[in-house]
C-alpha cells in the first residue's frame, strides 16, 4: 500500500487509540508507544510520532500530565491520563469513525 495513504490512515485514528489506552490507565510515553505497537502492530508508531499528538491533546485540555521521580537512582517519568474531557472527545470521535468505517465497508464490500 502507498505509504502516503497509511501515514493519512495513522493519522486519523492514532489520537482516538492514544485516547482509549489512557482511558484505561494513565502512561508515560514509552509505555503508551510499547502498548500501541502491542495491541495494534499495523500502526507501528514510533516515540517521534506520538509526543507531538500528545502535546497537543494536553494544550487542548483533552488530557493532562504529571511528573513522577523515582525514589531510587533513574529518570522522572512524565505520565499522561486523559480528562473527562477527553473522555467526551474519545466517545464523539469514535463514533464519527465507526459511522464512516461502516460506511466504507460498505461500499467497499458492495452491499449498497
Do not use: C
Not at 18 to 43: D, F, H, P, W
Request: charged share 30%.
Amino acid at each position: 500500500m502507498n505509504d502516503n495513504i497509511t501515514k493519512q490512515f495513522k493519522r486519523g485514528i492514532l489520537e482516538i487509540v492514544i485516547l482509549k489506552l489512557l482511558s484505561k490507565k494513565e502512561m508515560y510515553g514509552y509505555e503508551l508507544v510499547s502498548e500501541l505497537n502491542r495491541q495494534a502492530g499495523t500502526l507501528n508508531i514510533k516515540e517521534g510520532t506520538l509526543y507531538p499528538i500528545l502535546y497537543r491533546l494536553e494544550d487542548e485540555g483533552i488530557m493532562e500530565t504529571r511528573w513522577e521521580h523515582p525514589s531510587y537512582r533513574g529518570q522522572p517519568k512524565k505520565y499522561y491520563s486523559i480528562t473527562e474531557k477527553g473522555k467526551r472527545v474519545m466517545t464523539e470521535s469514535y463514533a464519527r469513525w465507526k459511522a464512516i468505517a461502516e460506511d466504507i465497508m460498505r461500499i467497499m464490500e458492495d452491499q449498497i
